[in-house]
Structure formats: C-alpha cells, structure tokens
C-alpha cells in the first residue's frame, strides 16, 4: 500500500511539474507553436480531403463508404497511361526548353555588355501582368488554323493557301508553355548567374582555356545544383499545369494528366472521388520532385563560389556578337509579353478577327468594350478578384512575416521552427488543381458554411502563395541588423512595440513587394479557381475562360485590356510607393 500511495504521488507531481513546465513556455514559443498550428491547419485540410475523397465512392457531405475503387479506375486503365506518358513528355520537354532559353537569357544579362541587362524589371515584370488565360489565348489568337493572326497575315501578303501554323497540336503546346515559363526561368537562374566569383574563369582564361571550354568545364559544373533545381521546379510546375491542356490540348483531342482530374470534377453528374484519385499521382510526382530538388541543393558548400570576400562578376565582351544576342533577348520578350498583348489590343477594336490593314483601320470600334462593361458578370468578377487578391496578399504577407521574422531571429524551439519553415515551404509541391481539388471535397465534408464564398477563394490563394511571401518577407528581415532590435529591447519597449515600430517600419517596401506580388498571382491564379468557383463568386481567370468557350473574341480581347491596363496602374503606383518608402529609409538611416 504504501509503495503504490508512494508511486501516485510520484505521479502527481510529475504531472504537474510537466503542467508547469508548458504553462511557462515563454511567448514566443507559444507564438511559433501557435504559427504552426496555422500552418498546419492551412496544408494538413486539403491533404485529408484529397486522401479521404480518393479512397470512398460517395460524394462529399454523406457517409464515406470506403474502397478503392476509384483508385483502380484511375491506375488500371490503358487510357489513363496514355494520358500520363503525354504529361511526362510535355513537361519534360517544356522544362528542357524553358532551362535551355532562361538560362541563356540570365546569362547574358548577368555576365556579359549585351543590352539584356536593361530589360530585366520586364522580364520580372511579364508573367505577373499577364495572367495565363490571356497569354493562352493571345497564342490562340495568333496561331489559330482558321482565325489566327500571323496565320491570316502570311495567308494574305504571301499568297499561302493553308495555314502555315497550327497552334491545336502537341508542339504547339509545348511551343506556348515554354514562352509562358521563360520569365520565371529567368528570375530563376539570373541570381545564381550573378552570384558567381569569376576566380576560377579568369584563371582559366589566363592559361589559354577558350571562352567555350570555360563555359563547358568550369561554368556549368559550379552551375549544376542550380540549373538541375531549376529543371525540376519547371517540371513541376508544367505537370500541374491546366491552362494549356485545357485551352489548347483539349480542342485538338490531346489529353494530358490534368486534363482527367478537371474533366472527372466537371462532368455531370461530377465524380470528385475520381477526380482525387488522379490528383494523388500528381501529388506524389510534385513531392518526389521537391525531395529530389532539396537533395539536388543540399550539399552546395562545395559547388559555393561566393565568400566574404568581395567580387564583381566577369562580364564577357560579346563584341560582334553582342547586336544577336540583344536582338534575340529582345525577340524573346516580345513573344513572351509583347505579341499577346498586341493581338489582343488589336482585336479589341475590330468587330472580328482579321489581320492588319488601312481597310481593317476603318472598321475599329469602341462597342467591344461596351459590350465587355455590359456583360453581367464582368464587373462582378473584376471586383471579385481584385478584392480577394488584396486580401490574400494582406493575409499572407502577415503571416509570411511572422514565419521568417520566426525562422531568421529564434533559436527555440527547435523542432517547432523546423516544422515551421518545412511546412511553409511544402505548398510549392502542390499544384493548384490539387488545391482546388482537396479544398472543394473537404469544405463540403465539414459543416463550414463556407462553400460558394469569397472565404474558400481566401484560404486556397493563401495556401498556394504563402512560400512566396515568406521568401519576400526573408530577404528583407536578413537586410536589418538585430542590433536594432536589440536596441529597442534595451531603451525599454516592448516586444510589440519593437516588431510594429522597427522591424515593420523598415521593412515597409518589402511587405509592399510581397503584398503586390501575392496580389497578382492570386488575380490570376485559374488552376483552383476553376473548381472553387460558384455563381455570384465569379473570378476573372474563370471568367475569360467561359467567355472563351462562348466564341466571342472581340468582347473578351475588350474586357481583357481593360483588365490588362487596370494591372498595369497598380504595378506602377506600388512601384513608386516602394521607391518613394526606399528613399525615405535611406534618408532616415
């Protein structure tokens, strides 16, 4: 008796020593266990509605039955195979091509006297402002077999009888993905060509290596965890990829991967549950990728080129080749930006496709827009995206900001901060028809009243572009010395008081950034949208895509341009505002 009534004390105590121990866990770990939780909630509900939908037959809101029957429809059937193999090879080519042509482009702006250098804010610049489905459909325009711009024009001054482009085939989707990639190959591999200590080429130079065997030998060795990363991000990004399997496979009967998952959740009657299991093997491919990408950057110290010691980077004399290379760079931005938006412009005032001429000049007109302003939901959809893209970026700017701020200055705990800056980081992996997918299954399992409003659109940007904000909000926290914060701490202020008045306050125009660019992509995120969108939630990627199937390019080119213009102000006055807070800092410090 008295070695039990002995082992409950021991008991008791132990408990309440470990209830004492949690109950004085100081703020901040409360803080970043409480980030976790956010973090977690954010990644861990469409994971479950994505599992949970792939193994049952019944649709969400009544009792699973649970089986596998989807799973062996999705992975027993010949077709389906097919459709992966066309996935695999358009991915794997498009990342190709986009690696080859990015890479080349970072190269000439970083290290060589072509005038590449002076465009890079357009590259960085072109794929927010033009969202996919307008780029899709600009090469549409362009390329069609019967309405196509370049088409009609060769057709006409060239006396051609058969169109000499035809956009509805596999090259021609692969041809559109990889000018729709080039900007973000760009930004991609442009640091890391920039970041290179020219050491180890200029000793080579000095013993006779020619300008090709240093590039061969030296350059693209001390270059291969980076363009290999870079390779599997585009890989992934184009298997998750929608709008082109959509906008151009579908048509011409060539039917990718995505393509099954967004005709299983838009057939009638439609089957989510299949439509989860097919979105399992893009999952798993998107994480396999990611682990092969960290693997691919993990051991980096012995491919590091930069030391404290300070470098400017070789810049290569291109000499008579520096006019090609210009006029390459130049070509290449005007097909990655310039061309779509010309042909939709153009189009925007004609009352139907045509080409160019004196007579076509006759014929413009301002009733497309009117038209376009006139269509019910337009505005609806306009304000709908522009609200939920500021609130998004609000929302994931804040928390991105408080994940790095926690990541870059804690030390402990240690566990919390690694699951912290892991789970950040995993939505990259996640495409967003998966998103879309597992938001739609989960949101109408859970007695959440949330189905058809703007908060479902809030949560899937959020969780899509929260890497992306914590990247942004990083780079700024890693300019400010902790010293000042410190400071702060010792005249007395608070905690609050130190990360609203200082760390805030500096890291204004970076916060801006990440507002903007959040902003943007969650304007012209399509791949969740489609599946998240109900009447009355209208947003302007589904939008133009329904304004697309209706055949009615005149109206759509209108409203596009309109949309186009509106994007191209707030680009423009958040520049200035980030300019204008840069400068005030730099006068303040």
């Known amino acids: 008796m008295v070695e039990r009534s002995q082992c409950k004390l021991g008991e008791s105590l132990w408990s309440r020593a470990g209830a004492t121990n949690i109950l004085r866990l100081a703020p ?64 794997g080519l ?15 702006a970083a290290r060589t006297d072509s005038m590449v250098r002076h465009f890079v804010d357009l590259f960085a610049l072109a794929p927010i402002l033009i969202p996919s489905v307008v780029f899709v459909s600009g090469w549409i325009l362009l390329l069609g077999p019967k309405n196509g711009f370049l088409n009609l024009l060769l057709m006409q001054y060239f006396g051609v009888q058969n169109p000499p482009f035809n956009v509805y085939s596999f090259w021609g989707m692969i041809w559109v993905a990889t000018l729709q990639e080039l900007p973000l190959a760009f930004l991609w591999l442009w640091p890391a060509f920039r970041a290179m200590n020219p050491d180890l080429e200029e000793a080579a130079l000095m013993v006779g290596a020619s300008p090709g065997m240093i590039m061969r030998r030296i350059s693209l060795p001390l270059l ?59 999952l798993i491919t998107s994480f396999l990728g990611i682990y092969a990408y960290r693997r691919s950057v993990h051991d980096t110290a012995r491919f590091a080129t930069v030391t404290g010691k300070a470098f400017n980077p070789r810049v290569t004399l291109l000499g008579r080749w520096r006019t090609p290379v210009t ?54 959809a306009l304000v709908n995206s522009v609200w939920l893209g500021f609130a998004s970026g609000l929302i994931a700017t804040m928390l991105g900001v408080l994940i790095a701020w926690s990541t870059v200055r804690l030390r402990r705990p240690r566990w919390a901060l690694a699951a912290l800056d892991q789970l950040s980081t995993l939505p990259i992996a996640m495409p967003g028809m998966i998103i879309g997918v597992s938001l739609l299954w989960f949101y109408l399992m859970v007695p959440l009243p949330i189905y058809g409003t703007g908060a479902l659109f809030l949560i899937a940007y959020v969780t899509l572009h929260l890497p992306y904000a914590v990247r942004i909000c990083a780079s700024g926290i890693l300019q400010l ?76 080119s209108a409203y596009v341009t309109m949309v186009v213009a509106l994007l191209g102000t707030i680009v423009v006055v958040f520049g200035w505002l980030m300019r204008w807070l840069g400068g005030q800092m730099t006068r303040t410090s």
């Open 224 to 282: 291969r965890p980076a363009l290999l990363s870079a390779w599997i991000i585009f890989f992934i990004y184009s298997i998750g990829a929608l709008m082109v399997p959509l906008m151009i496979g579908l048509p011409s009967r060539i039917i990718l991967y995505s393509t099954e998952i967004y005709l299983a959740a838009h057939r009638v009657p439609s089957d989510l549950n299949l439509a989860s299991a097919y979105s399992l093997l893009v």
């Open 481 to 556: 010395h902790q010293e000042l914060e410190e400071m702060g701490r010792v005249a007395g202020a608070s905690w609050m008081v130190v990360f609203r008045r200082i760390v805030l306050g500096l890291m204004a125009p970076s916060l801006l950034a990440s507002l903007l660019y959040v902003a943007l992509r969650s304007f012209r995120e399509y791949a969740a949208s489609i599946f998240l969108a109900a009447p009355g939630t209208e947003v302007f990627s589904v939008l133009v895509l329904d304004m697309w199937d209706t055949g009615n390019f005149s109206t759509l």
């Open 327 to 380: 006029a390459f760079a130049v070509l290449i931005l005007l097909l990655a930006a310039g061309l779509p938006i010309l042909v939709l412009v153009w189009n925007a005032f004609m009352p139907f496709p045509q080409a160019p001429s004196a007579r076509s000049l006759e014929l413009a007109t301002l009733a497309n827009f009117r038209a376009a302003l006139a269509y019910g939901p337009a505005v609806r």
């Open 28 to 91: 901040s770990t409360w803080a970043v266990i409480a980030l976790v939780g956010v973090v977690a909630y954010l990644i861990g509900t469409p994971l479950f509605g994505l599992l949970l939908g792939s193994i049952t037959d019944t649709p969400p809101g009544v009792s699973p039955h649970f089986t596998l029957s989807s799973l062996a429809y999705a992975y027993g059937e010949y077709e389906h195979f097919i459709s992966l193999r066309n996935s695999i090879a358009f991915a």
């Open 94 to 108: 498009t990342a190709t091509l986009v690696l080859i042509l990015g890479g080349g482009l970072a190269w000439a």
